[in-house]
């Protein structure tokens, strides 16, 4: 396995970016003009990230002995649809289900369809090359024990660690944080451990 660590560069530029615009905010008591413009300095930005992309995915595979996490990628496509919409396509469930320790309910989870992640994004001034971004709680209805039950993803929303940017090179990438899942509506958590993936990719006409 590769460890997330062999891809931090991805993550440093992510974190590199937080840094600059905490400090940012941090400088200035309207912090949330500085952030984000007006509508109109957001659909700006939007505009030079519109369309579909093409690239990886990643996502933790397990811990090792020193708690870090180890890896796996697969191939992947995205859309940032409009200024408020991003969707990841054909999410293979494990992806989402390595801290489940139920084993029965894992397999069940990991046997269920390819799924579409549909997430929130929030656009910052066009400086930033950014945007924050929340996937929305994503239902999956698998098979267990013989039974059908219905499955729930939870994730951030908008926070300090789940965002996306625009490097310079036109590569766009971003990270997702995921901490939860539900069966049946039941609010005991079945997810361990709060986990980042990763999307690395480029625009495609």
């Given at each position: 396995?590769?460890?997330?660590?062999?891809?931090?560069?991805?993550?440093?530029?992510?974190?590199?970016?937080?840094?600059?615009?905490?400090?940012?905010?941090?400088?200035?008591?309207?912090?949330e003009e500085d952030w984000f413009g007006t509508p109109a300095e957001?659909?700006?930005?939007?505009?030079?990230?519109?369309?579909?992309?093409?690239?990886?995915?990643?996502?933790?595979?397990?811990?090792?002995?020193?708690?870090?996490?180890?890896?796996?990628?697969?191939?992947?496509?995205?859309?940032?649809?409009?200024d408020s919409t991003m969707e990841i396509y054909n999410v293979p469930?494990?992806?989402?289900?390595?801290?489940?320790?139920?084993?029965?309910?894992?397999?069940?989870?990991?046997?269920?369809?390819?799924?579409?992640?549909?997430?929130?994004?929030?656009?910052?001034?066009?400086?930033?090359?950014?945007?924050?971004?929340?996937?929305?709680?994503?239902?999956?209805?698998?098979?267990l024990s013989g039974a059908s039950h219905k499955v729930k993803f939870?994730?951030?929303?908008?926070?300090?660690?789940?965002?996306?940017?625009?490097?310079?090179?036109?590569?766009?990438?971003?990270?997702?944080?995921?901490?939860?899942?539900?069966?049946?509506?039941?609010?005991?958590?079945?997810?361990?451990?709060?986990?980042?993936?990763?999307?690395?990719?480029?625009?495609?006409?």
């Amino acid at each position: 396995m590769k460890r997330l660590k062999t891809k931090m560069w991805v993550v440093a530029c992510l974190a590199v970016a937080s840094m600059a615009l905490s400090s940012c905010l941090n400088g200035n008591n309207n912090s949330e003009e500085d952030w984000f413009g007006t509508p109109a300095e957001r659909y700006q930005t939007f505009l030079t990230m519109k369309g579909n992309y093409a690239g990886k995915l990643y996502f933790p595979k397990g811990t090792d002995r020193d708690g870090k996490f180890e890896s796996d990628s697969i191939v992947s496509h995205w859309r940032i649809i409009n200024d408020s919409t991003m969707e990841i396509y054909n999410v293979p469930p494990q992806a989402l289900t390595t801290f489940v320790s139920d084993a029965a309910l894992k397999t069940a989870i990991n046997a269920s369809a390819p799924m579409t992640l549909k997430c929130k994004v929030l656009f910052t001034k066009p400086q930033y090359k950014m945007f924050f971004a929340g996937p929305k709680p994503t239902e999956q209805p698998i098979l267990l024990s013989g039974a059908s039950h219905k499955v729930k993803f939870f994730a951030q929303q908008f926070t300090n660690y789940s965002y996306g940017k625009r490097l310079d090179n036109g590569t766009v990438i971003a990270q997702l944080i995921f901490t939860g899942i539900q069966v049946d509506n039941d609010n005991n958590n079945k997810n361990e451990k709060d986990f980042p993936i990763i999307l690395k990719g480029q625009r495609i006409l």
